[in-house]
């Protein structure tokens, strides 16, 4: 099977949790014929045929990625920069490109992809490509744009807007990453309930070395001092201020001897410019890291005393996996998304409730066997979440529409 993949989120400025999703689809499918995860049992998704999903892991799948037109040798060097080959370069840059696509539905990029038959497309985002000679699959990764506008500009807003439209008319199967998304999804949308196939990202488990974790640690300036670390980008519904606010409370009221690590990009709506004003006045207690790669992520998240996402909204919640496959406490937000994802590995607080934030972070940095017992279950937990379980879930969703 030819998947024609689309990887343009990759260089978007902040790829963010969709650029990751595409990246790890396109390093996975193509590995499903070679073999299974030694670590995941076909059985264990509720519903599967474990003959079906054998058939599915025999099949040879080869990604076919393009991307929009950029200057230079960006697309490769972006390409690379995640362990990826070349892409199919379109014709058109990505505002165009998107606006031709979204608005009104041309610009097909079956025909500049390499000559060979391409079974199915994917739309990894709401960048959604005409729909043409082969059937096509989008992912709508949440309806947030529609149920907190104020956090999105209005070409966000429009955008999204634009793109769900396009995904309800368009496509022949809808890929939404948990169950809770799909209902909200469903709620906010045209596209309808049953149309949506809900299926969990996976998450990287290879654990952070002592040496990473030490060389974070002296990068950042923070010694054996412990942290809190919370990851993301910096935009408004991530509600960093809610977890700053707390901090700063719980260091007038216990003064413990963490630092609060913030760690990722800035994204929009001066979310980056609005955190930093509410951490001015804790000092150096107050780390913001910008943007890291991958190995000093999960030192990062490996070395926290716990690890803390306040988020007003999530479709997914991939950080809380993250944290917790590095073994490392997790405080998460009681939203439905991250109790599907968390289970009961995680403590949830309530959304936007300061006070309660400040005390569970006191609760939670001052107890270290309720933080080993949140990290165990947490590990547990992830690593229920695989890529390859996700890829093949997805190559079943390929092979319903062909």
């Given at each position: ?12 400025p902040t ?19 070679a ?5 995941d ?16 892991v ?8 393009f991307?929009?037109?950029h ?33 009104w539905?041309?610009?097909d ?21 005409p729909?043409r ?32 439209r ?9 890929v ?5 998304a ?6 906010f ?11 969990h ?31 993301g ?34 994204g929009?709506?001066d ?10 006045t ?10 890291v790669?991958?190995?000093?992520l999960?030192?990062?998240?490996r070395?926290?005393?716990c ?19 590095q ?27 300061v006070e ?7 609760d939670v940095l ?5 933080r ?31």
């Open positions: 099977m030819r998947v024609a993949l689309n990887l343009e989120q990759l260089l978007q790829p963010g949790g969709i650029g990751r999703y595409a990246a790890e689809l396109a390093r996975v499918l193509p590995t499903l014929a073999g299974a995860d030694p670590d049992d076909p059985g264990a998704d509720p519903g599967a045929d474990p003959g079906e999903v054998a058939d599915q025999a099949e040879a799948v080869e990604v076919v990625p991307v929009a037109r200057p230079g040798p960006v697309v490769v060097t972006s390409m690379r920069a995640v362990g990826l080959g070349p892409a199919t370069v379109l014709p058109w840059p990505r505002p165009l490109l998107y606006d031709l696509w979204n608005r539905g041309r610009a990029p079956l025909r500049h992809l390499p000559a060979g038959a391409v079974d199915v497309v994917h739309a990894p985002s709401v960048a959604v490509p729909r000679r082969v059937p096509l699959v989008v992912t709508v990764h949440d309806a947030a744009p529609m149920r907190f506008p104020d956090t999105y500009p209005r070409r966000g807003r429009r955008f999204h807007d634009l793109g769900v396009a995904a309800a008319a368009r496509a022949d199967a809808i939404a990453p948990t169950a809770a799909a209902d909200e999804i469903a709620e949308t045209p596209i309808p309930r049953e149309r949506i196939v809900p299926i990202h996976g998450v990287d488990h290879t654990v952070a070395t002592d040496a990473e974790v030490a060389a974070a640690r002296a990068d950042l300036g923070l010694g054996d001092r412990p942290f809190v670390c919370w990851v980008t910096l935009e408004p519904r991530k509600d960093v201020g809610v977890l700053i606010d707390a901090f700063a409370r719980l260091v007038d009221r216990d003064d413990p001897p963490h630092r609060l690590v913030l760690v990722g990009p800035s929009w709506l979310g980056a410019g609005a955190a930093a004003t509410r951490a001015a804790l000092g150096d207690r107050v780390r913001f890291t910008g943007a790669p991958a190995d000093r999960r030192a990062l998240y070395g926290a005393a690890f803390a996402l306040p988020s007003r909204h999530e479709g997914f919640g991939l950080p809380v996996l993250e944290a917790a496959a073994g490392t406490a997790v405080l998460a937000s009681d939203l439905p998304v991250l109790r599907e994802i968390a289970g009961t590995s995680a403590r949830f607080v309530p959304v936007g409730d309660a934030w400040t005390d569970a972070l006191g001052r107890d270290d066997v309720a080993a017992a949140l990290g165990a279950a947490g590990r547990a937990r992830a690593a229920e979440f695989t890529w390859t379980r996700s890829g093949r879930a997805h190559l079943a969703v390929y092979r319903s529409v062909c």
